[in-house]
C-alpha cells in the first residue's frame, strides 16, 4: 500500500505535534552508536568476500595531454599481480548533478594531474601498489590551464543551470547608477580557494559480480544516484547494479556523484572473474575525487545614509573541468539575503585543467558568504552603523527578486537573540582598538542563511507481528543522524519505543530516496517515513474500528475515547505500507531557506600574527529541529568548516601542471580540536509550514554559511586589517601588524 504526501499547500497541522510524550524535538543519543564504538558497523572497505584482490589506481603524470606509451609488462610479471587494466570506461570522475548521464570517460585524454589511467589488481594491496609503480607511463604534455586567476579573461556563462536552481543570471533596476547616487558603497573583490572534503572515510569499493549482476559495497551519500550514473558507464541496465552504502564516514559532498574506486572496481572484478577491492589512500582521495571550486567574487553595495541598501551586486566566477555541468552558484543567498531595489547575481566558469569542481557543504552559499557577509560589515563601518543593525535595517517583507513570500524567515530573531547572547552591545567596537599583552582583541558577526531544497523520496514502513518496527529506505545517514531521526519519528507517529525500531538505510534496493545531500536528507526521507507512519495508523484506527483523527498511539497502544486496543492485537501477522514525497507548488510559492547568525570573538597575536578563535555563539531557525543533539552536533561541524575556510583550509595547485601540492591531511589544514572554542548553538523553536509535513528544515549545512565572514570580520576588528584572499593565513596579516612596540 502507497500513499503519497505532495506539497501543494502548506500543511496547516503536523502529526508530530498530536505525540502525547514527543521524543521528536528531545536530544537523542544516536541509535547506531553503539555499532559504531564497537566496530560492528561496517564501512566500504571492510568487506572482504571470499576471493577478493586489491586494485590500484594508475594516474596521470601530466596535467593535460595524451597518454602515448602503458607498458605493463613488467609489472605483470611481479608476484601476486594479478591483472593491469586499461579501459576506456574507467572514468576520470563522476561529477554530481551528472544525474544518469555517463560520467566524462578518458585514458587517453588527460585532463588532470592524476586522473585515473589505468587499474593494477593484485592478490594483495602491498603487491597492486608496488606493481603499480612498475608500470611505465609515457605521456606528451600540453599546455593547459592551471589557474583560474589567471584566465579570468575567458570566463563564460555555465552551459546549465542545474535544474533551474541556481539563477545563473538575474538583474533588475540599475546597479551602476544606484552605486553613483548611494551615500556609501563597497565594490571589492573576494577570492576563495579549491578546498577538499577531508570526509574521516576515504572513499573504497568491493565490487562482486554474479553472473550479469553486480554488487558493490561502497561510500555514498546517495546510492540511487551512484548506481544509475556506474550502470550509465558499464553500459548495463540499472537494474541489474545494486550498492549498499549503509554506513558513510562523513562525505560532505565528496560522495555525492560516482567516483573513480566504483567504475574502477566494477571494470577489474568484471575482467579477472573475481571480487575487487579499490581503497582509496588519503592522497588518491585528495587527487581523483572533487574538490569545492575556487572562487573570484566581486560585490558591490550601496546604501543610502540611513542603512538601507540601493545596490546589490554580486558577480562570481569559478573553475571547473571543461565539459562539466556542475557550477558553483556563489552568489545563490544574495538574491534572497537583503532588500535593495537594484540588483545583479552572476556565475561564469573558467575552465581548467584541474580535479573535478563539486559540491561541498553548502556549495553556493558557503563561498558566496565569505565576499557577502564580508562586504555587508564593510558597508556598515562606512555608515558608521552597527553592523546588526545594518542587516536588520534591509530585511525583505518578500523575496526581493521573485516576489514571492518566504515560508518562515526568522533572520531578525536570530541577530536579536545572537547579538543578546554573545553580549555584543559591549563588544570592541573601535577596530585595533582591543588589546590584552600581546594579544590583539576582535568581535565580529555574520549572517548566515542556506536554501531548503525538497526532492521525491520514499520509505516503507513495517510493524511485525511482534510489534518491532522496520524502516526501509535507500536513504543514507553520512554521520547526520538519519538512523536515529527517522526512528524518533515512527517512534512519535506510531506509539512505539525507539527500542523496538529496527532502520535499515544505503541500498538501492529499498525504496528509493532522494540521499544525503543539500541538507534535504531529514526533510526528504523523514516525510516519506511520515507518510508511510499516517498510513499505518489510518489501518490500525480501521482495525480498531475508530476514526483515525480520534485515534491516539502511544506506549504500544492505540486509544480512542473509550476504546484501547494493543498495537500487538491490531497488526496481527504484520503490516507494512510505503510512503512517499514528492515536491510540488509549495516548493515553488514560497521562498524556502533556513537562517541564522554567528558572532565571535578572536585573537590575534600582534608579533605572529596568530588567530585563535576564543568565544563563538550562532543561533539557527531551521523550522522544528527533529533532534536537538545530532542537530548541535551538525552545526558545530558547519561552523568549524567555515573557521577552516577562514583560516587554513586551501588546496594548493602547482601553477605549472595543476598538481595538488598538499594532497594529505598532514598539508591541508583542517582545524583540529585545539583550534576549536566552545562553540554555543541556539536553535529558535520554529515551525515551516510550507516546507514539508514534518516542519523542518535542513540544519547539515547551515553552519558553515556565515561563519567564515563572521571570523573574518572580528579579525578586521582586532587588526584594522581586512583581508580579502581567503584563507586568512598569518603571512597576509604579518606585513600589516600595528608595530608591537606600541
Ligand atoms: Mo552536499 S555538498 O549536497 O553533500
Known amino acids: 500500500m502507497n500513499t ?43 568487506h572482504f568476500p571470499d576471493g577478493l584482490a586489491h586494485g590500484v589506481l594508475l594516474r596521470a603524470p601530466v596535467g593535460k595531454g595524451r597518454v602515448t606509451r602503458f607498458d605493463a609488462a613488467a609489472a605483470e610479471a611481479m608476484p601476486g599481480v594479478l591483472s593491469v587494466v586499461t579501459d576506456p570506461r574507467l572514468i576520470r570522475n563522476g561529477g554530481d548533478f551528472a544525474g544518469a548521464a555517463a560520467p566524462v570517460q578518458g585514458v587517453e585524454e588527460i585532463a588532470y594531474f592524476g586522473q585515473p589511467i589505468g587499474i593494477v589488481v593484485a592478490e594483495s594491496f602491498e603487491q597492486a601498489r608496488a606493481a603499480a609503480l612498475a608500470v611505465t607511463i609515457a605521456c606528451e604534455a600540453q599546455d593547459g590551464v592551471f589557474d583560474m586567476m589567471a584566465a ?42 579549491s578546498q577538499s572534503h577531508a570526509a574521516m572515510e576515504p572513499h573504497a569499493a568491493v565490487a562482486m559480480w554474479e553472473g550479469d549482476r553486480l554488487t558493490l559495497d561502497a561510500s555514498y551519500q546517495s546510492p540511487v544516484t551512484s548506481r544509475d550514473q556506474l550502470a550509465t558507464v558499464l553500459g548495463i541496465a540499472a537494474d541489474k547494479v545494486r550498492i549498499r552504502s549503509p554506513f558513510v564516514g562523513g562525505g560532505f559532498g565528496g560522495k555525492l556523484g560516482l567516483m573513480p574506486e566504483a567504475a574502477a572496481a566494477a571494470i577489474a572484478a568484471q575482467q579477472i572473474g573475481r571480487p575487487v577491492k579499490i581503497a582509496m589512500p588519503r592522497q588518491t582521495v ?20 540611513n542603512g538601507r541598501l540601493t545596490a546589490i551586486a554580486h558577480e562570481t566566477i569559478t573553475d571547473q573541468l571543461a565539459g562539466e555541468v556542475f557550477f558553483e552558484p556563489a552568489g545563490i543567498a544574495t538574491h534572497l539575503l537583503y532588500a535593495g531595489d537594484n540588483r545583479m547575481v552572476d556565475h561564469k566558469v573558467v ?68 547579538a543578546d547572547r554573545f553580549g555584543w552591545a559591549s563588544r570592541n567596537e573601535v577596530p585595533g582598538g582591543m588589546r590584552d599583552g600581546e594579544w590583539l582583541v576582535g568581535h565580529g558577526m555574520a549572517a548566515s542563511a542556506r536554501g531548503n531544497l525538497f526532492g521525491p523520496s520514499n520509505a516503507r514502513v513495517a510493524i511485525g507481528a511482534d510489534g518491532r518496527v522496520l524502516i526501509e529506505t535507500e536513504m543514507t ?100 505500507a510505503q510512503g512517499s514525497v514528492a515536491p510540488g507548488a509549495s516548493n515553488e510559492r514560497f521562498s524556502q531557506a533556513a537562517y541564522g547568525a554567528h558572532f565571535c570573538e578572536v ?47 586551501e588546496l594548493v595547485h602547482d601553477a605549472r601542471n595543476g598538481k595538488l601540492v598538499n594532497r594529505d591531511l598532514g598539508e591541508y589544514h583542517v582545524p583540529a580540536h585545539a583550534d576549536i572554542p ?63 612596540a606600541h
Request: proline share 6%; hydrophobic share 45%; charged share 20%.
Open 477 to 576: 545517514d553520512i554521520g547526520t543522524g538519519t538512523y536515529t531521526v527517522l526512528s524518533q519519528i515512527a517512534a512519535d507517529l506510531l506509539g512505539v519505543p525507539i527500542e523496538r525500531i529496527d532502520v535499515r538505510l544505503g541500498d538501492t534496493d529499498a525504496p528509493r530516496s532522494a540521499g544525503s545531500g543539500g541538507s534535504w536528507g531529514a526533510a526528504t526521507a523523514g516525510s516519506a517515513v511520515y507518510a508511510a507512519c499516517s498510513k499505518l495508523r489510518a489501518i490500525l484506527a480501521n482495525s480498531a474500528g475508530v476514526p483515525v483523527e480520534s485515534a491516539t498511539l502511544a506506549e504500544g497502544m492505540l486509544v480512542a475515547g473509550d476504546v484501547r486496543r494493543p498495537l500487538a492485537k491490531l497488526v496481527g501477522d504484520g503490516l507494512v
Open 678 to 740: 566552545a562553540i554555543d548553538v541556539l536553535f529558535l523553536d520554529e515551525r515551516d509550514h510550507a516546507a514539508n509535513p514534518l516542519m523542518v528544515k535542513g540544519v547539515g549545512e547551515l553552519g558553515t554559511c556565515g561563519s567564515g565572514a563572521a571570523l573574518a570580520n572580528a579579525i578586521y576588528n582586532a587588526t584594522r586589517i581586512r583581508v580579502r584572499d581567503f584563507p586568512i593565513t598569518l603571512d597576509k596579516l604579518l606585513p600589516n601588524l600595528p608595530d608591537p
Open 152 to 193: 579570468l579573461e575567458t570566463a563564460e556563462p555555465p552551459t546549465d543551470d542545474i535544474f533551474g536552481l541556481f539563477l545563473i543570471h538575474t538583474e533588475q533596476g540599475d546597479v551602476d547608477a544606484a552605486m553613483h547616487a548611494a551615500a556609501a558603497t563597497v565594490d571589492a573583490v573576494w577570492t576563495t580557494p
Open 351 to 418: 575552465r581548467v585543467n584541474k580535479l573535478l569542481a563539486v559540491s561541498m557543504r553548502a556549495p553556493g552559499e558557503a563561498a558566496g558568504q565569505l565576499a557577502l557577509e564580508c562586504a555587508i560589515d564593510e558597508l556598515a563601518e562606512r555608515l558608521e552603523l552597527d553592523p546588526v543593525e545594518l542587516r536588520l535595517r534591509n530585511e525583505p517583507a518578500r523575496h526581493p527578486e521573485l516576489d514571492i513570500p518566504f515560508s518562515s524567515r526568522a533572520l531578525a530573531d536570530c541577530l536579536r537573540i545572537g
Open 603 to 649: 585573537r590575534v597575536h600582534a608579533v605572529t600574527g596568530e588567530t585563535r578563535v576564543a568565544r563563538w555563539n550562532s543561533v539557527f531557525a531551521a523550522g522544528r529541529i527533529l533532534n536537538t543533539k545530532t542537530a548541535t552536533s551538525q552545526a558545530i561541524g558547519g561552523v568549524v568548516f567555515g573557521i577552516g575556510a577562514a583560516l587554513t583550509e
Open 286 to 305: 585528495f587527487e581523483t575525487t572533487g574538490r569545492r571550486p575556487a572562487t573570484h567574487q566581486r560585490v558591490r553595495l550601496g546604501a543610502d545614509q
Open 4 to 46: 503519497t504526501v505532495k506539497m501543494d499547500a502548506p500543511f496547516a497541522r503536523s502529526l508530530l505535534d498530536d505525540a502525547p510524550r514527543p521524543i521528536v524535538g528531545t536530544p537523542q543519543g544516536r541509535v547506531d552508536g553503539p555499532r559504531k564504538v564497537s566496530g560492528q558497523a561496517r564501512y566500504a572497505a571492510e
